[in-house]
């Protein structure tokens, strides 16, 4: 079994800051990609970024990309999301994922954390 739990979010003004953690723990072994996602209040949810085992390799959504970075601490098992110039319409409860296998619709997913981003 392996727990995922997601920290950071919060309330921040249009152009602002946050950095987003997530902790994989349990059985999670090595070799893993992990992910952020994230799901907007009316909306489905959406990918936003993706980082290798090695952290070598990084994939980003359109929409995030030059503004927000991902990167790892295996040692910690942790992922981290800085999200940088945010606005409005990064609003969402953002997701933390993983997976061994590429799809993380068969990976451990967190509960979420909330991010506002206010004018």
């Known amino acids: 079994q392996v727990q995922v739990v997601e920290s950071g979010g919060g309330l921040v003004q249009t152009g602002g800051s946050l950095r987003l953690s997530c902790a994989a723990s349990g059985r999670t072994g090595s070799g893993y990609d992990m992910g952020w996602f994230r799901q907007a209040p009316g909306k489905e949810r959406e990918f936003v970024a993706r980082?290798?085992?090695?952290?070598?390799?990084?994939n980003y959504a359109d929409s995030v990309k030059g503004r927000f970075t991902i990167s790892r601490d295996n040692a910690k098992n942790t992922v981290y999301l800085q999200m940088n110039s945010l606005k409005r319409e990064d609003t969402a409860v953002y997701y933390c994922?993983?997976?061994?296998?590429?799809?993380?619709?068969?990976?451990?997913w967190g509960q979420g954390t909330q991010v506002t981003v206010s004018s």
């Open positions: 994922a993983t997976s061994h296998s590429g799809d993380f619709s068969d990976g451990y």
């Open positions: 980082i290798t085992w090695s952290g070598f390799n990084t």
